[in-house]
């Protein structure tokens, strides 16, 4: 039986908000294991900083005759990538933490791979790869926290739809190119 969620009294609620108020938005109601998914953050905010920079590598190398609009299409997915580890880091802000920009040991932390890629298509497979990769990374976090944290899982669902995107427009770049790549 699904049992209604019984609704805490407005007295209640009040005192509760006026405990631990140095902790801003997590709050007693807050269930998931806080240092765990600021862990799980920053591991994510590593993922979407590789991409940043492998994309920006990629935009930078294109080279070849269809090099000019694949370019274009890798400089908006690390700026996309940028805003999604914008997000991430104040997210983690926001749950108590400190998001980690350290260069030391970040492909370490990331889940996704820095592989430069030499040719378009390179480039290209290794982004989507590093896309799916993401795609599964987010996919099971959302799972992970349930109904835990639905403020991390809403914005993790927003960045999941735009990791897709960026899949699929990647797979599509893919089948654009000659069989001569």
Do not use: W
């Not at 609704?7 to 240092?35: F, N």
């Not at 400089?75 to 990538?81: C, I, Q």
């Not at 980690?100 to 378009?120: C, I, M, N, W």
């Amino acid at each position: 039986m699904n049992a209604k969620p019984v609704l805490t009294d407005l007295k209640t609620l009040r005192t509760q908000a006026r405990k631990h108020i140095e902790k801003g938005a997590v709050t007693a109601g807050y269930s998931a294991d806080r240092p765990l998914v600021l862990g799980l953050l920053n591991e994510a905010l590593a993922t979407e900083i590789v991409c940043v920079l492998r994309y920006r590598r990629h935009h930078f190398m294109a080279r070849g005759i269809h090099a000019k609009s694949i370019a274009d299409e890798f400089l908006v997915h690390s700026n996309e990538e940028q805003g999604h580890a914008d997000q991430l880091a104040q997210r983690i802000v926001q749950l108590g933490g400190e998001p980690d920009f350290s260069p030391d040991g970040l492909t370490g932390r990331s889940h996704a791979e820095y592989v430069a890629g030499t040719s378009l298509l390179e480039m290209i497979t290794e982004d989507l790869v590093a896309e799916r990769i993401a795609i599964d990374s987010y996919r099971e976090l959302i799972q992970y926290l349930g109904d835990q944290d639905p403020t991390t899982s809403q914005m993790l669902k927003q960045i999941l739809v735009m990791e897709e995107k960026h899949a699929d427009e990647l797979a599509d770049l893919v089948e654009g190119l000659p069989a001569q790549r």
